[in-house]
T-cell receptor, first 113, second 112 residues
Framework: AQSVTQLDSQVPVFEEAPVELRCNYS??????LFWYVQYPNQGLQLLLK??????LVESINGFEAEFNKSQTSFHLRKPSVHISDTAEYFC???????????FGQGTRLTINP | EAQVTQNPRYLITVTGKKLTVTCSQN?????MSWYRQDPGLGLRQIYY???????DKGDVPEGYKVSRKEKRNFPLILESPSPNQTSLYFC???????????FGAGTRLSVL
């Protein structure tokens, strides 16, 4: 079985500051990894994914995440955040070949002006 | 536009009064699932369906039922709701062989 731990339930940062949202996973088999974002009063949207290939993946709005197999991590980073990045972020894992998606507890990112 | 549609978006009900939350997708996806989201717990899977007439329990199925009579629809049924089912519910779908789940906007349920 897979599990996901998001180490911070809340992360407050100032606008234009860098941010890192941490995600660690546990699995005995190879996995696919995802970050989903939930803006206030909305459903979840896929932010980025790692399926195979380059371990560094990027989104269209400046976020990036790096798959680190040895540390079983998939941390999300952005060098300079904006007010519009205020949201809850969920890390998720799926075993390769499996249907089930397992989510972490979520990290609420709050941007202060 | 490809989408997953849930109804209603908000619902307040009383203990024991049966209710159904509908979910429909227009992407011809085989796989559909229901999650509940609770503070500090993330999203937990309630039930999922691999295709028409094929459903199975997720991690927290107690108190819920589902059906999959048509490919596009996957309703969530609470036969006798209780206050501990107060939560935010999401329906999601995914195509066979795909790895991206598409989520509905959510249904906020309060059981008094």
């Amino acid at each position: 079985a897979q599990s996901v731990t998001q180490l911070d339930s809340q992360v407050p940062v100032f606008e234009e500051a860098p941010v890192e949202l941490r995600c660690n996973y546990s699995s005995s088999v190879s996995v696919y990894l995802f970050w989903y974002v939930q803006y206030p009063n909305q459903g979840l949207q896929l932010l980025l994914k790692y399926l195979s290939g380059s371990t560094l993946v990027e989104s269209i709005n400046g976020f990036e995440a790096e798959f680190n197999k040895s540390q079983t991590s998939f941390h999300l980073r952005k060098p300079s955040v904006h007010i519009s990045d205020t949201a809850e972020y969920f890390c998720a894992v799926s075993a390769q070949g499996a249907q089930k998606l397992v989510f972490g507890q979520g990290t609420r990112l709050t941007i202060n002006p | 536009e490809a989408q997953v549609t849930q109804n209603p978006r908000y619902l307040i009900t009383v203990t024991g009064k049966k209710l159904t939350v509908t979910c429909s997708q227009n992407m011809n996806h085989e796989y559909m699932s229901w999650y509940r989201q609770d503070p500090g717990l993330g999203l937990r899977q309630i039930y999922y369906s691999m295709n028409v007439e094929v459903t199975d329990k997720g991690d927290v199925p107690e108190g819920y039922k589902v059906s999959r009579k048509e490919k596009r629809n996957f309703p969530l049924i609470l036969e006798s709701p209780s206050p501990n089912q107060t939560s935010l519910y999401f329906c999601a779908s995914r195509g066979q062989g795909g790895w991206i789940q598409y989520f509905g906007a959510g249904t906020r349920l309060s059981v008094l």
